[in-house]
């Protein structure tokens, strides 16, 4: 899996320019945005469906009977997770060259989690732990025994976390999923929020890939508890499996959303960025194999075809059909 997302960055980043900007590429951005607001949220329990999410960041419109707060929840993150993508990419003038910084984490947490408690605020926040603002409580356990430190020790703690991250640009023979699923981790274990450090966490997670240009990891609904039980190995310092759940995202992300629109109709990408809800990765593949879809087999074993080749393919197979 590390692999293969080496391999998948390394093409986007020689033969296709690397990742758009937001403004570049509004399209890619706004198809991530959407699936990142939904999912993220409902790990937490947000109730909310994916179209019901495109219609609330899109057009403002709360479509459906949802609770209120459910609502607020997905805008407050959509807004956050819009800043993170532009951050990431097109830095304002208070970013110093960090991976990331205190007041941008800050930010973040602010914008994602100021709306939702605008109509439910977190029932035992005091004035001064508000969105934005460390925590002043102590945090209990967690299911896997692993517990947050003292509320005192977060503002060091949060800032020693900020160095290991910018750690993350030095050489390590250390995979670098497992890197960043031992930085996550971290954010996690230190909770330096009252609520919404896992919202939080996963944002601050993208801007990071953001900036050594990776696309965004998008956590599934339907993987959470395998992302959970990551969390938790991840507690005990193996970080192989949370290393794969994001290596495995970041690289489906690439495929799905990225690859596709930098390439454009004519060139060559990875069958993988070809594969739509039409026709499989594995489909693409056999019918490059047997000669039916136009693909070139490159020295690394790995076939690629364009955008107008799959077309004139499909076309071709509904004709036989």
Do not use: C
Request: hydrophobic fraction near 35%; aromatic fraction near 8%.
């Amino acid at each position: 899996m590390y692999q293969r997302l080496d391999e998948a960055v390394r093409e986007l980043r020689d033969r296709l320019g690397g990742l758009p900007s937001p403004a570049e590429a509004e399209d890619i951005w706004s198809d991530i945005w959407h699936q990142e607001a939904h999912n993220s949220t409902a790990i937490e329990g947000n109730t909310l469906v994916l179209q019901e999410v495109e219609k609330l960041l899109e057009e403002g419109r709360a479509v459906g009977a949802k609770p209120l707060r459910d609502y607020m929840e997905v805008r407050g993150y959509g807004d956050a997770a819009k800043w993170v993508y532009g951050q990431a990419l097109e830095p304002g003038d208070w970013q110093n060259g960090d991976l990331t910084t205190l007041q941008e984490i800050r930010q973040i947490h602010h914008s994602a989690m100021s709306l939702v408690w605008a109509v439910d605020p977190h029932p035992h926040a005091t004035p001064a732990e508000g969105p934005g603002n460390f925590r002043q409580h102590e945090i209990a356990k967690f299911p896997g025994g692993m517990k947050p430190p003292s509320w005192p020790e977060v503002d060091s703690k949060m800032r020693d976390w900020v160095k290991i991250v910018d750690g993350l640009r030095s050489e390590s023979e250390e995979p670098l999923p497992e890197r960043l699923a031992h930085v996550h981790n971290r954010f996690e274990q230190i909770h330096p929020f009252l609520d919404g450090n896992g919202r939080t966490g996963r944002l601050v997670l993208n801007l990071i890939l953001g900036r050594i240009g990776y696309p965004p990891a998008i956590i599934y609904k339907r993987d959470r508890d395998k992302y959970l039980q990551a969390m938790r190995r991840a507690d005990n310092d193996e970080f192989g499996p949370l290393g794969e759940l994001i290596a495995r995202s970041v690289t489906t992300n690439l495929y799905r959303f990225v690859m596709p629109a930098v390439a454009g109709p004519v060139k060559l990408v990875p069958l993988p960025a070809l594969a739509t809800r039409d026709v499989t990765e594995n489909a693409l593949r056999m019918a490059a194999a047997r000669g039916r879809l136009r693909a070139v087999k490159g020295d690394d074993g790995m076939w690629r075809s364009s955008k107008k080749w799959v077309n004139d393919y499909l076309r071709s197979r509904h004709r036989r059909s």
